[in-house]
């Protein structure tokens, strides 16, 4: 499959994706057909179609045709609702140190090099590469605080065809000296810079977005939240992202910095960055009011669980079942650096191992994640969290199809595939055992960012 040039294009095959029911569940269909018209949208989705009926259902010339092989199937896209694109080169360092010891020794010598254009350049370059090849079709990234950087960040993830938030982190203090905005207005004057660059480069937003990201209160002084608050209410299209409730150290910290506020919900709030819009990362701990806040604000939550179990001193199980039974969104991060694996697969085993330790902890209350319950976190649920329910997600018609295509005859460390195995059996060994060598195309608006050679 290549460039698909100016013609619709038609999948038959094997095809996998989460439907939006009230328990996320599985649509596994062994011989269906999708077709995707130049743009890349989805016009229409055959769920049983025989070999023989093919040829009637699309228009041979002005489509392209596209037999999966019977070692393939086809799912969304996976969409990564928290990671940081700079720490990309520091992924499995410091883990088991407490988060704002993390940040000092590891995180802020790192991200502060992106202070020179060409190493931002490289490590974008790289981590968007090693993104898309992992699957990742769609990504909300924290950039530096360099503005310079984050537009590089921007037309990287253009160039490369992954659609993606991309935002400048604000830091006002509590920060090295080398690695802090030079004043409130400054930090606010290139986040604007940096929203113009974006709305420049895609001006329809068929890719991108900038999404307004204050690290975390500690980083951030209450003029600096406010500016960003009002630039918010200014632009109600843009996403907005945090850490919120992360750890203890983190909550502590914050409490102390802002004793006014009895929670984090009633902080970001107040500042006007609780929104329909807000990707709120981790939620470790959480208050009872903040549940009801962030339900009744349409909050996201980016659950974390390989960084919230590995680095930052929360090594916390996040209440997740409690989020999905109250109707509060959520879709899953990588976190990149946050944690030892920047692999959707292994976020999604991730969270389903917290999950079964949530359920020990709370004496069988919050149940476990099942597989597909922690696929639809890493895909629809995702794009809920982002508010592109309406573009990807899933492939219904109408959306713009970001696909994965996998292949589990690959080399690789995929478990057997025995011969009676039925398509949800193939389905469970690759998301438990498969890994990026098992994505053998990766399509974002139904053209081809990424595919493995042969």
Known sequence: MGSHGAKAQAFYGAVIHSLSTPGHDLEILPAALLIVEAQGVITAFHKDVKPGEVGSLIDTATTTLHYLSPSQFIIPGFIDTHNHA?????????????????????????????????????????????????????????????????????????????????????????????????????????TESCISHIRKIDPEGKLLKHVLTPRFAISCDAECLAGL?????????????????????????????????????????????????????????????EFDKLKELQCGVAHCPISNMTVGGGFMAAPIREFLNRGIKVGLGTDSGGGFSSSMLDAIRQAMIASHAREVESKGRDKGLKIAEAFYLATLGGAEVCCLEDKVGNFEVGKEFDALVVDWQRDGVMTIVEEEDELDTVFEKFVMTGDDRNIVRVLVKGRVVREMKI
């Open 229 to 289: 608050g009002q630039i918010a209410a200014k632009n109600p299209d843009l996403p907005i992202q945090t850490h919120f409730n992360e750890a203890e150290q983190e909550i502590t910290a914050t409490r102390e910095l802002f004793p006014q506020f009895s929670s984090e919900a009633d902080l970001y709030h107040h500042y006007g960055l609780l929104t329909k819009r807000s990707i709120l990362a981790h939620c470790c701990y959480m208050a009872p009011h």
């Open 86 to 190: 700079p720490q990309w080169a520091q992924r499995g360092l410091g883990q088991g140190q407490h988060i704002l010891e993390w940040l000092s020794a590891i995180t802020f010598p790192n991200e502060g090099r992106f202070r020179d254009p060409s190493h931002a350049q490289r490590i974008y370059s790289s981590a968007i590469d090693g993104f898309l090849r992992q699957g990742i079709t769609t990504a909300s990234y924290y950039g530096s605080i360099h503005p310079e950087a984050t537009n590089i960040l921007a037309d990287l993830c253009l160039a490369k065809g992954q659609r993606a938030f991309v935002g400048k982190c604000n830091m006002t203090r509590n920060s090295p000296d080398y690695y802090r905005d030079a004043s409130v207005e400054q930090s606010l004057r290139d």
